[in-house]
C-alpha cells in the first residue's frame, strides 16, 4: 500500500502490530492466514475509508469490528490481535497525536531509536525471552517497522535512518525453515523430530531461543560474506530474499517449528 506518507506509515504500524502467527491450532477457531492476505485486506480497508485505521478507530476496536476488515474471516488468536491493535491506537492518541507517522519522526531518523520508542511505548512488540538467565532481544515487529518504513520510501524523506544496517533479520519460522532445508541449519534428531511431527515448542524455551539466534547469526555471516566481496547489503535485504524463498517452496519442504506467540 502507498497511499499519502502518513497514511502508508499507519497502515504499516496497524499490519506489523498483527503480523505473527499465522498458521492454525487445533481448536482455534481462526481461519489458517498468510501475510499477503492480512496486508491485501487492511490495504482494502484503507481504500474504502481513509480513516478506517485512525487511532480512535483502534483503540475502539472489537473482534467483530476486525473480523469485518479482514472480509468476514477470523484469524489465529483474533482476540489478542483486537488487543494489540487496542494498545496501538490508545498510545499512538496518547503520546503521538494519533499519527505512526509522528512515531518515526520522534525517532529522528535513527533506526536503533525507533525501535527503542516502539518497544518503549508499546508492550505487544516487547518480544523478550530469557535464556539460560540472560535476557534476549528479538524485536522482530518493531524492527520489520523500521524496515517497511525504509522500503515504503526507498530510504528517502520520513524513510532515511542513518543507522538502518543496524536493523537485523526478522526472527520468525520461514526463515529458519528455509535455512534448515538449504543445509545451512542442521537441527538435532530430537528437535528435528519435534518439528517434523509439528509439536508445540513453548516461546521462551531454550531450543526455540536457539533456532531464532541461530537464524539471525546465520543472516549476519551471509552479510559479512557479501560485504566482502563488494555487495552493499543490510541483514532486513537478505531477510526478504530468504523469506520470499521461503513462501514459494513453504508446502514442499520441512515444516517450521511451532511455536504459539504474538511475537512473530
Known sequence: FTGEPDDTIQ??????????CFWRRDGDPGEQWEYEPLAAQLRAAVLRDRTALSAENLAAMTPEALQEILGGKLMP?????????REVGCELARSFQGSAAHLVRAAKGSASRLVWLITAHFPGFRDE???????????????????????????????????IDRVTMFADYRVPQILAEIGVLKYDSELAKKITNKEMIPFGAAEES???????????????FLRSSGTKVCAFQVDWLLWQRGER???????????????Y
Open 11 to 20: 497502515y504499516l504500524l496497524v499490519l506489523d502490530a498483527i503480523n505473527f
Open 77 to 85: 488468536q483474533h482476540s489478542e490481535r483486537v488487543r494489540l491493535l
Open 129 to 163: 525471552s530469557v535464556y539460560h538467565g540472560e535476557q534476549v532481544f528479538f524485536y522482530k515487529r518493531a524492527q520489520i517497522f523500521v524496515a517497511d518504513v525504509f522500503g515504503a520510501f526507498a530510504g528517502e524523506g520520513i524513510g532515511h535512518f542513518d543507522d
Open 210 to 224: 536457539e533456532i531464532r539466534a541461530a537464524t539471525v547469526c546465520v543472516v549476519e555471516q551471509i552479510v559479512d
Open 249 to 263: 517452496v513453504r508446502d514442499e519442504i520441512m515444516p517450521h517449528h511451532r511455536t504459539p506467540t504474538i511475537f
